[in-house]
């Protein structure tokens, strides 16, 4: 298992490596000057652009740039925004609690929702829980979610009065708040989600129950129960590991229209906001955050795999 | 005489198919005592395996079995679902043709094992282990507590089939079920097998029902022989007075398959056509189609079991075969 860590995330890093110039070269294929941007009123003014393209090293090469930026990122620092006059890392951090609560709420009712649901459709394959069951699927899969938060809104906040319909209080201020906040946006997330989960759980148990261990089991005069959620769930779940991983990593990655919905202040504004604003620095640390929180995800769900698949721990 | 541990009457299993129902079984009886080995031979499709399936209640839910499975007098058919599973494992236990695929991946053989000896009995989970361990080298698993702990896909193919077999004989059932327990493995372990099968039932007197489509695996291990087709039993005998005296041109027709080190032939001998489908038995005799021997009668009426030796029936019209082979 040791080995099997150490030569994964050695993979990682090439990975990463891949994906820090990526950033950083479809950022140079933007169009638009951020110097222009930056110097405000004064972008007529060719000494004040030369400066600013001096002081953001704008005026180097590409590659020397590059260069610049990750030695940096590696010594912590994502740079400077330029619209927001703070230190890159300080914005992310504002704004990751708030992403990572909504994302870990999401998806919590996802797996709630969906894996149960799974399960029980394919147990009860064909006959009517499962007709139901897949029938909610669809209809969580073809609903916008922003149609589905505003239906929300208007039902919990507008009508009923039960919940605020839009703000963020953060956890450590009031959980409470917190979660009346959040929890709309997060069963809106959570719903899309459940369904694929489900469809998922379904098929991969269907697969499983057919297998001869599970005959194996019955023929031992194990309960049903035992059989379904010990020895047919076990196996079905190595794919559903895998589909969850990367959903979640799309929840940690910001939701924009959810978020924009519901005035959360996560991810999904951020990025929204730097990209509108050229504001490069932000771009580059919020993407290079996302994807090492995808790298990591992936890399959990392999380590999940091989504690659900023992036949992978020699491969 | 005592009453027979196993006794299946009537035994037909039907299913309900898209095209209507389908008989895959019919009319089969047998009876089973205690220590005693019986073989089920038959080709694919013939219902020997479905038979054993509807002994033990496992079959797919489109599935109906008629007729009466009675172990030491009670009726299985009609038991409950919570009594089935003290049945199964506990009183009947089964193993399977794919060693491969028959154990869970995702478990050690030893927590499967243990799964079972837990079911059936109030055994702590150490004793349970040190009774694991003690059926995997009685099975003869070299270093048990060692294999105790692997997972099933270290384990070759014959290795499985003993732990599978350990599972089984665990819970000291009074009947095992073994369908085609040596096909999927290679000839010398199949013999090793099939050897740990027979002294295991000598030494517990577990009674087993043997399904092979393998007439060389009869002669090593039954002591009696049901020959299936077509979903009916064609003939039933003392499995020396069979190899001897075979009744049933289907039963002759096997054995001239079996491939023989001691004559020289061209080519195996063959039993012409397939086994017809379920959904469309032939009427009469189900062999009719296919036999050497077919008379007009055998076409329309189809032949009932009947006594043709000690302890041996046959359904057959042209019964008994002797004069066709002095004739030959």
Not at chain 1, 38 to 47: K, M, S, W
Not at chain 1, 218 to 247: Q, S, Y
Not at chain 2, 217 to 228: G, R, S
Request: hydrophobic residues 50%.
């Amino acid at each position: 298992m040791g080995g099997f860590l150490l030569r994964r995330v050695g993979q990682i890093i090439p990975t990463l490596l891949f994906v820090s110039i990526l950033i950083f070269g479809l950022q140079q294929l933007m169009p638009g000057d951020p110097a222009l941007i930056l110097a405000g009123e004064e972008r007529g003014d060719p000494q004040v652009l030369a400066q600013i393209r001096a002081e953001l090293n704008l005026d180097r090469p590409i590659h020397e740039q590059y260069v610049l930026w990750l030695g940096n990122v590696l010594q912590g620092d994502l740079g400077f925004s330029w619209r927001i006059r703070e230190p890159v890392g300080k914005v992310i951090i504002e704004k990751l609690p708030v992403t990572v609560q909504l994302g870990l709420m999401a998806f919590a009712i996802a797996c709630l929702i969906g894996i149960p649901a799974g399960i029980v459709s394919a147990v009860r394959k064909d006959r009517p829980a499962d007709w139901i069951a897949n029938g909610i699927a669809l209809a969580g899969i073809s609903t916008p979610n922003f149609w589905l938060g505003i239906m929300m809104i208007l039902l919990f906040s507008v009508k009923l009065g039960w919940l605020p319909p839009s703000g963020y209080v953060p956890l450590a201020e009031d959980w409470r708040q917190s979660l009346a906040t959040t929890i709309m946006p997060a069963f809106v997330l959570g719903t899309g989600i459940a369904a694929v989960l489900m469809r998922h759980t379904r098929s991969a148990m269907v697969q499983a129950m057919a297998q001869d261990y599970v005959r194996t089991a019955r023929a031992k005069g194990l309960a049903e129960r035992v059989i379904v959620a010990k020895h047919a769930l076990r196996n079905a779940l190595v794919p559903v590991v895998t589909l969850g991983a990367l959903e979640l990593g799309t929840l940690l990655s910001g939701a924009v229209l959810t978020e924009q919905v519901f005035t959360i202040p996560g991810f999904g504004k951020l990025i929204v906001d730097a990209v509108f604003n050229r504001d490069y620095p932000v771009v580059q640390g919020v993407v290079l955050v996302v994807a090492v929180i995808y790298v990591g995800l992936n890399l959990a769900a392999d380590v999940l795999y091989v504690l659900i698949n023992p036949r992978l721990r020699h491969a | 005489m005592t009453a027979p541990l196993l006794e299946v009457r009537d035994l037909a299993v039907t299913f309900a198919t898209d095209d209507g129902a389908v008989r895959a079984v019919d009319g089969v009886s047998f009876a089973l005592a205690a220590g005693r080995r019986l073989a089920i031979v038959g080709e694919s499709g013939c219902g020997k395996s479905v038979a054993a399936l509807a002994i033990m209640r496992l079959l797919a839910p489109n599935a109906r079995a008629e007729g009466s499975v009675r172990l030491e007098g009670e009726e299985v058919l009609a038991a409950s679902e919570s009594r089935m599973r003290q049945i199964r494992g506990g009183r009947i236990a089964m193993i399977f043709q794919e060693p491969m695929t028959s154990l869970n991946p995702a478990f050690t053989v030893g927590d499967q094992i243990v799964e079972a000896i837990r079911e059936h009995g109030e055994v702590s989970a150490a004793e349970a282990r040190d009774q694991a361990i003690a059926w995997l080298a009685r099975v003869r698993i070299p270093v048990p507590e060692r294999r105790f702990g692997e997972y099933p896909h270290r384990l070759s193919g014959g290795m499985r089939q003993r732990v599978m077999i350990a599972m089984a004989m665990a819970c000291r059932p009074s009947v095992l079920i073994a369908d085609e327990p040596t096909t999927a493995l290679d000839v010398t372990i199949q013999a090793q097998i099939l050897s740990l099968m027979r002294e295991l039932s000598e030494e517990t007197g577990t009674a087993i029902v043997l399904i092979t489509h393998d007439l060389g695996v009869v002669a090593e291990l039954a002591h009696d022989v049901l020959v299936m087709y077509a979903g009916r039993v064609a003939e039933q005998a003392p499995v020396g007075a069979l190899f001897r005296t075979p009744q049933h041109p289907y039963t002759v027709g096997l054995m001239g398959a079996v491939p023989r080190l001691d004559e020289q032939v061209e080519r195996l001998a063959t039993i012409e056509g397939a086994v017809p489908s379920p959904r469309a038995w032939p009427p009469g005799c189900r062999f009719a189609p296919r036999c050497p021997f077919v008379v007009e009668r055998c076409r329309t009426e189809a032949p009932p079991l009947a006594p043709v030796g000690e302890g041996h029936v046959a359904a057959c019209w042209q019964a008994p075969l002797d004069r066709f082979a002095a004739a030959a």
